[in-house]
């Protein structure tokens, strides 16, 4: 495993495109979700990670509350397939039926999509307008235990974003572990 500095996107610059791979053996590409969604949250996150199955339940619950109002998220699964077989697309075939995702979950085979985001931990998330530009970015909210949360920053923020309202908390640390590079 090999830690790389990386700078996050910066709030209200413009998220990078991409196309890449699904579950669902399709190709996806970000300009065609903003197409249709008012906001999409990018949440980066994996099969065999501890912080991530923390928050899958709350992921499908605010991807339920929320896509009636024009938002989507997107799961990309940023490690490295060779380096941990747990993270190779046919175990997140497996892990997108077994946690019954109700979002697209995608691979990022050559890293390339998270090393331009600048995530370096898992769970992280940036929430972009219909524009690409980014909003937000950081935790999904301040305790990976659902039941201690008393802040659910990406919910605040998307729902200020809904309202066209100002975001109030913009970046915050997401707190996890970190991607596994080649």
């Not at 610059?13 to 979700?33: C, K, M, N, Q, W």
């Not at 991807?63 to 799961?75: E, K, N, P, R, S």
């Not at 935790?139 to 729902?159: F, G, H």
């Not at 100002?166 to 991607?179: D, F, K, L």
């Amino acid at each position: 495993m090999t830690s790389l500095e990386l700078t996050p996107t910066a709030i209200g610059s413009y998220a990078p495109d991409f196309e890449i791979r699904g579950t669902d053996s399709e190709v996806h590409h970000l300009a065609r979700y903003l197409e249709k969604f008012k906001a999409v949250g990018v949440v980066f996150m994996a099969n065999n990670s501890a912080d991530v199955k923390m928050y899958v339940e709350r992921l499908k619950n605010l991807q339920t509350a929320m896509q009636g109002q024009g938002f989507t998220l997107i799961g990309i699964n940023p490690h490295d397939g060779n380096q941990d077989p747990e993270e190779s697309f046919e175990n997140m075939k497996k892990f997108a039926i077994e946690q019954k995702l109700n979002f697209p979950y995608l691979w990022d085979s050559t890293q390339d999509v998270t090393r331009s985001f600048g995530a370096p931990t898992i769970p992280m998330v940036f929430l972009l307008d219909a524009t690409s530009k980014v909003r937000y970015r950081g935790a999904i909210d301040d305790n990976n235990q659902a039941n201690a949360v008393k802040s659910k920053y990406l919910e605040v923020a998307i729902t200020a974003l809904m309202k066209g309202e100002a975001i109030e908390i913009t970046a915050t640390e997401a707190v996890g572990s970190e991607v596994r590079w080649r």
